[in-house]
């Protein structure tokens, strides 16, 4: 009866066959060995692993063959497993993606896209048929109209004195840069052992500048990007965009959270995100160890109105200059004894000087002490409270029944 070796050449047994020795010969010899040594089967894909498997039968099977020709379409990397059977092949992979040729378990070889490669099928394991040529000095890769993709596991390493260049247009250096586990991904590290690494990024001949961007999205062309540039007389930290990309804010991150932001409007921020940014005229202030904080400016404005030891007498009784934006948010009046005095304020601009009592600021709410020597309000109901840089006011006392001395400040924060 006959049998099959792991090519599946038919073995003929002893008295067998009587006959019929020239068919299965002649089958053997011209099908069977001539596929394992010389022929070349395509197998096509269709976006989803093949599988090959070994028959008992010495007719054609793709798997005997010495060349295997990958077509159809693999728009993603797919796997080739092969039958558990010792051969060599000659692997050919005019697909888009590579391919990781396999046995059902064990180790594998990938094979990239628009490349041939030579493995070794142990039968367990499918591993590079050669791992070592003397008469190469130099590795030249050269992707021409096309990709060279899917190099992981096609090179344990490559060392060469030279330079990488590539050549066309949207040239990309692709690897496991998102591994979950940080220590597998791809990454630039010295060939001197016990070193720091410092990548440099240049320019060319005559050039002075030299950027790094990295992108928020796939298409570079439309894209918001983070760019770190260095040219003569600046070095940049830019925050952009690339065509119908978005402008982001900057954010600078410690211990896993943001602590300081600058927005596209120029807004600072510190601590949390993007909302600390204070309001119109307010100072940033350390706070020690913790994030700064936004302090309002609060400045006084005090006059004093004295009448030189005898009782202070109605009328205008100073001017005074302001030199910076404010708004007035109270007033406090003090007297040297308790007395009833109404103190009015007038506005105006320089070129106006001086005020009159047409430019009184205090509507109905007057500064008023009545029979106390002291009074304060924030209620400043009717007040026009903004002061500009330049204008001038006059201190006009309305009544007053006893005090010689009288102080008027008024509170206000600077713009």
């Known amino acids: 009866m006959s049998s099959y070796s792991n090519l599946k050449i038919e073995l003929i047994g002893n008295g067998e066959q009587s006959g019929q020795w020239g068919d299965t010969t002649n089958l053997n010899l011209g099908t069977a060995i001539e596929e394992a040594i010389a022929n070349t089967a395509d197998v096509t894909f269709a976006n989803a692993p093949v599988v090959l498997t070994a028959a008992n039968n010495n007719g054609s099977q793709a798997f005997r063959h010495a060349r295997l020709n990958l077509i159809g379409v693999a728009a993603t990397p797919q796997d080739l497993e092969l039958p558990g059977v010792a051969k060599l092949y000659v692997i050919n992979n005019t697909l888009a993606s590579y391919i990781t040729v396999k046995n059902a378990a064990g180790s594998s070889v990938v094979v990239p896209a628009a490349a041939t490669m030579m493995v070794y099928n142990t039968g367990t394991n499918v591993v590079d048929a050669i791992s070592y040529a003397s008469a190469f000095s130099t590795l030249n890769l050269t992707a021409t109209g096309g990709t060279l993709s899917g190099m992981t596991g096609g090179f344990s390493s490559i060392t060469d004195s030279g330079n990488l260049t590539f050549t066309g247009t949207a040239n990309r250096i692709r690897g496991d840069f998102s591994n979950a586990t940080e220590s597998n991904r791809v990454a630039f590290q010295t060939s001197t052992s016990n070193s720091a690494t410092n990548v440099n990024v240049l320019p060319s001949g005559s050039g002075t500048l030299a950027a790094l961007a990295v992108a928020n999205a796939a298409d570079a062309s439309n894209a918001g990007y983070l760019a770190i540039s260095s040219t003569t007389g600046v070095n940049v930290l830019d925050s952009g965009k690339t065509g119908t990309g978005t402008y982001n804010p900057l954010a600078l991150y410690t211990n896993g959270a943001e602590k300081v932001r600058l927005t596209t409007t120029g807004a600072l921020s510190f601590g949390a995100t993007g909302t600390a940014y204070g309001t119109s005229g307010q100072i940033l202030t350390s706070q020690g160890n913790t994030s700064p904080q936004w302090v309002s400016l609060t400045v006084a404005i005090p006059v004093v109105m004295s009448g030189g030891g005898f009782l202070l007498s109605t ?53 008023t002490l009545t029979a106390t020597n002291k009074n304060q309000s924030s209620t400043l109901t009717g007040w026009t409270t903004t002061i500009n840089a330049g204008d001038i006011l006059a201190f006009n006392v309305n009544s007053n029944s006893a005090a010689t001395l009288l102080t008027l400040s008024l509170w206000a924060l600077k713009t």
């Open 315 to 367: 009328g205008v009784k100073a001017y005074l200059e302001i030199p910076f934006n404010c708004v007035i948010y109270q007033w406090s009046l003090l007297a040297d004894t308790s007395t009833s005095a109404v103190v009015d304020i007038w506005k105006d601009t320089f070129a106006n000087f001086p005020p009159t009592v047409a430019d009184s600021i205090t509507a109905s709410a007057t500064p």
